[in-house]
């Protein structure tokens, strides 16, 4: 008889755990991973679209910054007097374009000089403004400036022209000065009515403040922003990463100091991407490079015969560079064991709150930032008042309005008179106190559609549109001078201050801005002469006395 005895195997409880666990702990580790590489490239991304935004901002900002030097620089061509001393070069129409290169570089930080050089390149005039006091430079220090390139390339220009020379570092008597001063020069010949170059106007550009701008544009961002020259020379960097995640260690003004290891030299594959067009997103292993372009030639209209000489404007530019470093996803889990990943994973649930409200914060800081960079580049940091390219963007607005309806446009120029006596008195705190008191009244005295700007340290200008009669600017102007003469409360003291107006109207006294504003300015110093705490109106040819004595009486 055969007999057959059968074995079972028994069922391994942990066999099957460990297949189930397995396959569990697969798609749990799957899904984890997933869901941790969609956050990190939700986070990249944002982080990506944050540095674009700053970048762009960046850009904003430089060609605000050379937009307003271009605008200066025609103010400055239009005054009358260079125009006077252009057709009549006598020592006394010099010194009346001196003192008036003196007033106009006071208030402007960013003007390092203001020179006027004859047709062979010697100095005729030159106003300095070391540590923020101008002053005009002795003619016995004049210098030549006949072999200087910025020279040599602004006396190949037409009439309307204008160089822009390279960022470079200032230099005296062929020296480079110490402290290194970064600096750059616009330049352009003015003619005679017959077409006759007779000399060229140079402004001299404190680059540290151009820089300094462009480096407020960028917040705290886990990236390396670079400012680059066309050959890939460093003019400015912002690092917010570690050392070590630098892409490439560079010398600032490695140009002027003959230092060859340039951008383009050391990273040639990328800057060739970089630099072939206007604006890229390059991925790299180390990370993602994010480049715009900035053509300051274009932003001051300058052609192929500026500098440098036969090179195409679209070939003349800066490259603002940003480096976000990559991240090493697996790195990540390598730092942890299996069985962490599930106290990982809750933890993270918990920390994406907290995370969700941080990057809420860090966002709301961030618009609230890009307001403010918006807000900075059109008003007045202490007054809230509009700055000059405000003041002249409303211009534009009340010219396109005043040819509508035939109306007139009339500008008030505002100078509080020994305003220098309270800062010396009283401090400087107490000054900027005074100030912000006295924007208010200004802005009391005005219709909601005027305007009313900070121009300098102690000078306003308002904006009147739609006004029929001198009166009507003379009304205003009058409660302008009686309302900040009120005594200003300021904590246990009362301050009294007076103030000079002048008035300039369009058409009557001109049609472009630069024009009507200096007549405004040159009706204040009238009514400065007269004996201050008053206005005048700028007199012409179209004003007779007559109209002007009908308005005073009107306005009394």
Same mark, same amino acid.
């Given at each position: ?15 099957i ?6 396959l ?7 899904s984890f991973?997933?869901?941790?590489f969609a956050?990190?490239?939700a ?6 679209a944050?540095?674009?935004q700053?970048?762009d ?6 060609n ?15 005054n009358p007097?260079l125009?006077?001393?252009?057709r ?5 129409n010099?010194?009346?374009l ?5 007033r ?11 020179r006027?050089?004859?047709g ?7 106003v300095?403004q070391p ?17 200087r ?6 006396s190949s220009?037409?009439?309307g022209q204008?160089?822009?020379s390279?960022f470079?570092l200032?230099?005296e008597?062929g020296k ?5 001063k970064?600096? @750059?020069?616009l !330049?352009?010949?003015v003619?005679?009515e017959?077409? #006759?170059?007779?000399?060229i $106007?140079?402004?001299n *550009?404190r ?11 960028f917040?705290?961002e886990v990236?390396?922003?670079?400012l680059?020259?066309r050959?890939g ?7 917010n990463?570690p050392?070590?995640a630098v ?15 340039n951008f ?7 800057w060739?991407?970089?630099?072939s067009t ?10 993602t ?16 015969s500026?500098?440098?000489s036969k090179v195409?404007?679209?070939?003349l530019?800066w490259k603002i ?10 790195? @990540?889990f390598t !730092? ?7 106290? #990982?994973y809750v933890?993270? $649930?918990?920390l994406? *709150? ?7 914060d860090a966002?709301a800081k961030?618009?609230e930032?890009l307001?403010?960079?918006?807000k ?12 000059r390219?405000?003041l ?9 309005e ?9 500008l008030l ?13 009283f401090?400087h705190?107490t000054?900027?106190?005074?100030l912000?008191?006295?924007a208010?009244?200004?802005q009391?005295?005005?219709r909601?559609?005027?305007t009313?700007?900070?121009?300098g ?5 308002a ?13 205003v102007?009058?409660?302008?001078v009686?309302s900040?003469?009120?005594?200003y409360?300021?904590?246990?003291q009362q301050?009294?201050i ?11 006294h ?13 009706a204040?110093?009238?009514?400065k002469?007269?004996?201050?705490n008053?206005y005048?109106?700028?007199t012409?040819?179209?004003i007779?006395l007559?109209?002007q004595?009908a308005?005073l009486?009107t306005?009394?």
């Amino acid at each position: 008889m055969l007999s057959t005895q059968i074995t079972e195997k028994p069922v391994s409880k942990f066999r099957i755990f460990a297949w189930v666990f397995s396959l569990a702990m697969l798609t749990i580790t799957l899904s984890f991973w997933l869901l941790w590489f969609a956050q990190e490239q939700a986070r990249r991304d944002s982080t990506l679209a944050d540095v674009e935004q700053h970048i762009d901002v960046a850009r904003q900002v430089l060609n605000n910054e050379l937009g307003n030097l271009r605008f200066e620089l025609q103010v400055l061509i239009e005054n009358p007097l260079l125009t006077r001393y252009v057709r009549q070069p006598s020592q006394i129409n010099l010194q009346q374009l001196q003192q008036y290169f003196l007033r106009f570089i006071k208030h402007r930080p960013i003007n390092d000089q203001l020179r006027l050089l004859s047709g062979s390149g010697r100095e005729l005039l030159r106003v300095n403004q070391p540590q923020g006091h101008p002053v005009i430079v002795a003619n016995k220090t004049l210098q030549n400036k006949s072999t200087r390139d910025y020279f040599i390339a602004a006396s190949s220009l037409k009439t309307g022209q204008v160089l822009l020379s390279r960022f470079d570092l200032n230099r005296e008597h062929g020296k480079i000065e110490r402290p290194l001063k970064p600096t @750059f020069r616009l !330049a352009t010949p003015v003619f005679t009515e017959s077409g #006759l170059r007779k000399v060229i $106007l140079v402004m001299n *550009i404190r680059g540290q403040k151009v820089l300094d701008r462009f480096r407020q544009a960028f917040g705290g961002e886990v990236a390396w922003f670079s400012l680059f020259n066309r050959q890939g020379f460093l003019l400015q960097q912002i690092s917010n990463i570690p050392q070590q995640a630098v892409p490439v260690k560079l010398r600032t003004w490695g140009y002027v100091f003959d230092d060859k290891s340039n951008f383009a030299n050391l990273q040639p594959k990328v800057w060739k991407q970089i630099a072939s067009t206007p604006s890229n997103e390059l991925t790299v292993a180390k990370g993602t490079y994010i480049s715009t372009t900035v053509y300051p030639w274009n932003v001051t209209h300058a052609t192929a015969s500026t500098w440098p000489s036969k090179v195409p404007a679209e070939q003349l530019f800066w490259k603002i560079v940003a480096f976000v470093p990559a991240v090493n996803v697996g790195s @990540f889990f390598t !730092a942890y064991g299996l069985g962490a990943y599930l106290k #990982l994973y809750v933890l993270l $649930l918990l920390l994406a *709150i907290l995370m969700c409200w941080l990057f809420t914060d860090a966002r709301a800081k961030y618009l609230e930032g890009l307001n403010q960079i918006k807000k900075t580049a059109l008003h007045d940091p202490l007054t809230g008042l509009p700055n000059r390219v405000l003041l002249y963007d409303r211009w534009k607005q009340a010219v396109a309005e005043s040819r509508r309806s035939g109306k007139k446009i009339a500008l008030l120029f505002i100078d509080l008179d020994e305003f220098k006596d309270v800062n010396d008195r009283f401090g400087h705190k107490t000054g900027d106190n005074l100030l912000q008191r006295v924007a208010a009244r200004l802005q009391s005295c005005l219709r909601e559609s005027d305007t009313v700007a900070r121009i300098g340290g102690d000078e306003f200008v308002a904006l009147l549109g739609n006004i029929d009669r001198y009166a009507d600017a003379g009304r205003v102007a009058g409660n302008i001078v009686q309302s900040i003469a009120r005594p200003y409360p300021l904590g246990s003291q009362q301050i009294s201050i007076q103030s000079s107006v002048g008035i300039a109207v369009c058409p009557d006294h001109g049609n472009h801005f630069g024009a009507i504003l200096h007549e405004a300015d040159i009706a204040m110093y009238e009514a400065k002469a007269k004996g201050k705490n008053q206005y005048a109106f700028r007199t012409k040819e179209k004003i007779t006395l007559a109209t002007q004595s009908a308005a005073l009486k009107t306005i009394a």
